[in-house]
């Protein structure tokens, strides 16, 4: 009983080329598995076409007659045609189609020219043996493969089978067993090299999500969530290039927190702490991706943002840090900070290093001023 349930479930698994279970693996594999499904099919119809000339050649040197020499001829151009409309088919059903019709029509092909003959001659044995053999070529699924394999057998069987008094015994029974021996090997080929790419296809998944995940946490604060100085570093030149070639501002913002070292000393870091993840939240609608938060380190935050209102954006932003406060510091304390504002340069000739620089002289400025306060470079973007 175990072993029909195991045999059941591996055949239950690569019964079909998408069957993954889980949503998000299918949807990671489809395009994959389209992508080879292509080039499956391109191959395929390539030795095809090579067989089908080869066939050709022998049919005229041999004197097999006119008739196989037209068919195998007609059969290379429809092989041909499969290879160029491969190249612009993108639905995976509509490659497996083309495929099907391709192999199937040749085995249609074929049982005309057996009876056209009136015998089966040892190169129609030999191609349809080559068509059965040629269906692990296409990484389809088991259902897939077993429909065209049976629908080239089934032709066959049937058509030898209404027309036996005109074919030998021998030789029917020599197709039987090279057809039945070609299927199953096919079969067995088809299932196992789609077991095989699923397991692939699974590992991939999870490795990439899992490398995905260790990069998000190597660039990540761990105590705010959001970006840190590695991650910004990175990837400041192509957040302004972004912002640049879209035709829009691009800001570089550095502020840290006023007074901070005090609140930690008088309320407890747990409150320190809760300021930052306030700060972090004050800004978790911006969009991450060319838009968001870093924490550099201890209370020192940098924003890359874009925009012609960024700096009414910013306040508002810095505004709403205290409501955003699991609970508000003792004492109606009402956490400040000091910003410095870059405006980058419309020909992207100011990189992180001078960006900071720029906006930490600008914070120093705020911080001279008494802090709670937001300082621009406005002359460079006047001249901007």
């Known amino acids: 009983m175990k072993t029909t349930a195991s045999l059941f479930s591996a055949l239950s698994s690569v019964w079909s080329c998408l069957d993954f279970g889980a949503s998000e693996l299918r949807d990671y594999a489809t395009p994959v598995i389209t992508h080879e499904t292509r080039r499956g099919v391109a191959l395929l119809s390539l030795v095809a076409l090579l067989f089908l000339i080869l066939a050709t050649a022998m049919s005229a040197?041999?004197?097999?007659?006119?008739?196989?020499?037209?068919?195998y001829s007609v059969l290379c151009a429809l092989a041909l045609h499969v290879y160029l409309s491969s190249a612009k088919i993108a639905q995976l059903r509509a490659l497996y189609l083309l495929a099907m019709l391709l192999l199937v029509v040749c085995a249609s092909s074929l049982v005309l020219l057996a009876h056209r003959s009136g015998h089966l001659h040892a190169m129609l044995l030999l191609s349809v043996a080559v068509l059965i053999m040629l269906v692990p070529v296409v990484p389809w699924g088991l259902r897939e493969a077993a429909a065209t394999t049976g629908a080239i057998y089934l032709?066959?069987?049937a058509s030898t089978y209404l027309a036996r008094v005109r074919f030998a015994a021998l030789d029917l029974w020599v197709l039987q067993c090279l057809m039945l021996v070609a299927a199953v090997i096919s079969l067995a080929l088809v299932a196992r090299a789609l077991g095989l790419r699923k397991h692939d296809l699974t590992m991939r998944f999870h490795l990439e999500r899992a490398q995905r995940?260790?990069?998000?946490?190597?660039?990540?604060?761990?105590?705010?969530?959001?970006?840190?100085?590695?991650?910004?570093?990175?990837?400041?030149?192509?957040?302004?290039?972004h912002h640049r070639e879209a035709g829009v501002a691009c800001w570089f913002g550095l502020f840290d927190i006023d007074r901070f070292k005090s609140i930690n000393d008088t309320f407890g870091?747990?409150?320190?702490?809760?300021?930052?993840?306030?700060v972090q939240a004050a800004f978790a609608h911006l969009p991450g991706d060319v838009e968001y938060l870093a924490r550099l380190g201890g209370d020192e935050f940098a924003l890359l943002m874009c925009g012609s209102e960024v700096p009414a954006r910013v306040e508002q932003a810095l505004a709403s840090i205290s409501a955003r406060m699991a609970a508000p510091l003792p004492g109606a304390v009402t956490p400040?900070?000091?910003?410095?504002?870059?405006?980058?340069?419309?020909?992207?000739?100011?990189?992180?290093?001078?960006?900071?620089?720029?906006?930490?002289?600008?914070?120093?400025?705020?911080?001279?001023?008494?802090?709670n306060a937001i300082r621009t470079n406005v002359a460079e973007k006047a001249a901007a």
């Open 61 to 71: 040197v041999f004197e097999l007659g006119t008739a196989y020499t037209y068919t």
């Open 155 to 157: 032709m066959f069987t």
């Open 213 to 241: 995940e260790l990069t998000d946490l190597v660039n990540r604060d761990h105590l705010t969530g959001a970006w840190n100085r590695r991650h910004i570093e990175r990837d400041f030149d192509r957040v302004a290039a």
């Open 269 to 278: 870091h747990g409150c320190g702490d809760e300021v930052l993840r306030a």
């Open 336 to 371: 400040s900070v000091s910003l410095g504002l870059v405006r980058l340069p419309c020909d992207g000739g100011l990189h992180f290093d001078a960006a900071y620089k720029l906006a930490d002289e600008l914070l120093y400025e705020a911080k001279h001023a008494g802090g």
